[in-house]
């Protein structure tokens, strides 16, 4: 079975902090995809970036970071010196191999404080 | 204008009531989902559709049905709303490539008294 799990429910920083967001992922498909997603408090869904399974290359995007390690089967995402834009919740995703659907964590609510 | 649409943004209804959540999209994507969002929970897929003539149930569908009108639209129908339906409800998009991301409408706050 599919499952994702983002054990850290609400972190608090505050502003300049470096945080880092928990995923640790479930599968048995040797092919799958992964993604993360901000959920700022206007409440849309903002897709942030994916990792396939085959690319263990990690990734840095301006003050973003992911951290894809396949033997521990997390994907972190961290922020460097955090703003309070980055007030938000965070969901990690895993699509499965057949693609049909989307596995999401309970999410993490990080609130930066001025 | 947004590739993903939803209608309406916000709704109040009462127990008992019908009511529909409409989806449309522009992407051309064939694949087609709607979750809801409860504090705490998460994203819960309800129902998806992978074309108009494909319906599935997702993980909590008791409750809601739904319709896949065109390849663009997808409606989301609570028969006999109660309360603890209040949730954010979102409509998604994906093609079936596996590594394509879903692009999410702006969601629609139910609250059902």
């Known amino acids: 079975a599919q499952k994702v799990t983002q054990a850290q429910t609400e972190i608090s920083v505050v502003e300049k902090e470096d945080v880092t967001l928990d995923c640790v992922y479930e599968?048995?498909?040797?092919?799958?995809?992964l993604f993360w997603y901000k959920q700022p408090p206007s409440g849309e869904l903002v897709f942030l970036i994916r990792r396939n399974s085959f690319d263990e290359q990690n990734e840095i995007s301006g003050r973003y970071s992911w951290n894809f390690q396949k033997s521990t089967s997390s994907f972190n995402f961290t922020i460097t010196a955090s703003q309070v834009v980055d007030s938000a919740v965070y969901f990690c995703?895993?699509?499965?191999?057949?693609?049909?659907?989307?596995?999401f964590g309970t999410g993490t609510s990080l609130t930066v404080i001025p | 204008d947004a590739d993903v649409t939803q209608t309406p943004r916000n709704r109040i209804t009462k127990t008992g009531k019908r009511i529909m959540l409409e989806c449309s999209q522009t992407?051309?994507?064939?694949?087609m989902y709607w979750y809801r969002q409860d504090p705490g929970l998460g994203l819960r897929l309800i129902y998806y559709s992978f074309d108009v003539k494909d319906i599935n149930k997702g993980e909590i569908s008791d409750g809601y049905s739904v319709s896949r009108q065109a390849q663009a639209k997808f409606s989301l129908s609570l028969e006999s709303a109660i309360p603890n339906q209040t949730a954010l409800y979102f409509c998604?998009?994906?093609?079936?490539?596996?590594?394509?991301?879903?692009?999410f409408g702006p969601g629609t706050r139910l609250l059902v008294l």
């Open positions: 992407k051309g994507h064939d694949r």
């Open positions: 995703a895993l699509r499965d191999y057949t693609g049909n659907q989307f596995y």
């Open positions: 998604a998009t994906s093609d079936n490539r596996g590594w394509e991301t879903q692009y």
């Open positions: 599968t048995r498909d040797t092919t799958y995809y």
